[in-house]
């Protein structure tokens, strides 16, 4: 705390604000500045959907390449006929494709859940950038002072009681 001066002391002082050193220097305020348009621009990119056609067409591909064929020869090695004409073969076929329209949609999802995701962390730190105080006061109490218009009657009883007292002192000498 900063030494009062003489007319702080005598007659006190205002009430009053004062400015907190700068929390950033030059250079970290250009970045931050610089920062905002590019998280902007990043947030405007992030915030459509994630495209999984390729992944779910190669997964397609890979049904229809494997999966079916799969399926087929199993219900060929029972009757030895075309299984495409079996209820068993239709059957399993259809739980099959439910399965995997059930995994795409699971897929799609989760996708849909991190790109929700990268942008609540991207929003975030673009909010924490922007709500940034660049400058920060705080407030400075008043100060009484000897002759300060409440301490008037104060200091000048303490005084005059002094005064009474030096006197009764000097008198009891004489």
């Known amino acids: 705390m900063a030494t009062p001066t003489w007319s702080q002391t005598l007659w006190g002082s205002t009430p009053g604000v004062q400015q907190f050193p700068e929390r950033y220097s030059p250079q970290q305020r250009q970045f931050q500045q610089?920062?905002?348009?590019?998280?902007?621009?990043?947030?405007?990119?992030?915030?459509?959907?994630?495209?999984?056609?390729?992944?779910?067409?190669?997964?397609?591909?890979?049904?229809?390449?494997?999966?079916?064929?799969?399926?087929?020869?199993?219900?060929?090695?029972?009757?030895?006929?075309?299984?495409?004409?079996?209820?068993?073969?239709?059957?399993?076929?259809?739980?099959?494709?439910?399965?995997?329209?059930?995994?795409?949609?699971?897929?799609?999802?989760?996708?849909?859940?991190?790109?929700?995701?990268?942008?609540?962390?991207?929003?975030?730190?673009l909010s924490g950038i922007a709500q940034t105080p660049q400058k920060e006061f705080y407030g400075v109490p008043g100060t009484q002072g000897l002759f300060s218009p409440g301490n008037i009657g104060g200091t000048l009883g303490g005084i005059g009681g002094g005064i009474g007292t030096l006197l009764s002192l000097l008198s009891s000498w004489f």
Request: aromatic share 4%.
């Open 34 to 125: 610089q920062s905002i348009p590019l998280l902007m621009n990043i947030l405007s990119q992030v915030s459509q959907p994630s495209d999984i056609s390729g992944l779910t067409s190669n997964i397609r591909r890979q049904f229809e390449t494997k999966t079916i064929p799969s399926l087929a020869e199993r219900f060929v090695g029972h009757g030895g006929s075309t299984p495409q004409g079996s209820s068993a073969f239709q059957s399993a076929l259809g739980g099959a494709a439910a399965g995997l329209e059930s995994n795409l949609g699971a897929l799609q999802t989760q996708a849909s859940m991190q790109d929700k995701d990268r942008l609540l962390k991207l929003f975030g730190l």
